[in-house]
């Protein structure tokens, strides 16, 4: 998948791409442990498609996605009061 295919794409339609290449990855892995997997570039290709949607779902501005993210340390970060001056 280019990545100008994912660029087009709604959040739904990312969302649901992005399940359906999770199953397929894990059904990969089960293939490949049973020794049953035949191309195994598939794998490759699976992990880089993975990325590829979660890094341009991220792009994606905030209003359309309305995801907020929140960090830890974003969290515990206290705004410095002024010094005085004397």
């Known amino acids: 998948m280019k990545a100008h295919q994912v ?7 990312l969302d649901d791409e ?3 290449l999770k199953k397929e990855q894990f059904n990969l892995r089960f293939q490949a442990a049973s020794g049953q997997l ?3 570039a598939r794998v490759r290709q699976i ?6 949607i979660k ?10 996605t309305k995801v907020e993210v929140k960090t830890k340390a974003a969290a515990k970060v206290k ?3 002024p010094k005085a001056k004397g």
């Open 7 to 13: 660029r087009g794409m709604t959040v739904d339609q």
């Open 18 to 20: 992005l399940i359906k």
């Open 79 to 81: 705004p410095k009061k």
């Open 38 to 40: 035949e191309n195994t």
């Open 47 to 52: 992990r880089r498609d993975l990325a590829r």
């Open 55 to 64: 890094t341009i779902a991220r792009q994606k501005p905030a209003a359309e």
